[in-house]
């Protein structure tokens, strides 16, 4: 299998570019993992009874950048993609009728969306929406938050593509 290259963040990079390099590393690190893939493989269970896919992972993904990016940072009333009240975890429950191209496009969206949402602000720029105690989160712990994200999610897609195809190290 042939993956191309991820952007290596830079090692003396300040605050921003580094956050958002690390950001940007971990993205193109899922999109690798899936990379090369068919429909079968990418909804194949990772140890049933488990739900979880790479289809489910990055239906998840772009939920959770919609949600940080989106409903958080600049408190938009948006309908989730996947889930909803009668089934919260409907991101990671792939059925027959989900697609690759469809999870892919919303999430590849909800990446430039973000980007787009960012570019003026400062890493000091507090969020419209709040925690539950209804206090403002900054953009910093936002990037932290969604670097620990994707990383945590990125060690599930390591362990689901070597049980795919052995494929590891990208």
């Not at 998840?60 to 408190?75: D, G, P, S």
């Not at 996947?82 to 990446?111: K, M, N």
């Not at 709040?130 to 670097?147: C, D, K, Q």
């Amino acid at each position: 299998m042939t993956t191309s290259e991820r952007t290596k963040p830079s090692i003396t990079a300040g605050e921003r570019d580094m956050l958002e390099g690390w950001l940007d590393f971990h993205r193109e690190t899922l999109a690798q993992k899936c990379a090369g893939l068919d429909d079968k493989q990418l909804r194949d269970l990772s140890a049933p009874p488990s739900e979880l896919t790479l289809l489910g992972l990055v239906r998840h993904m772009a939920e959770v950048e919609r949600h940080w990016f989106r409903r958080i940072l600049m408190n938009e009333d948006i309908a989730p993609l996947y889930y909803g009240e009668e089934d919260p975890d409907g991101d990671f429950h792939v059925t027959a009728d989900d697609t690759w191209e469809r999870a892919h496009g919303d999430w590849e969206a909800e990446i430039a969306r973000a980007r787009e949402l960012t570019a003026p602000l400062s890493l000091d720029e507090r969020t419209q929406g709040t925690n539950s105690a209804g206090e403002p989160f900054n953009l910093r712990w936002i990037y932290v938050h969604m670097i620990e994200e994707y990383a945590r999610h990125n060690g599930h897609a390591d362990l689901l593509r070597e049980r795919i195809d052995g494929a590891t190290g990208f």
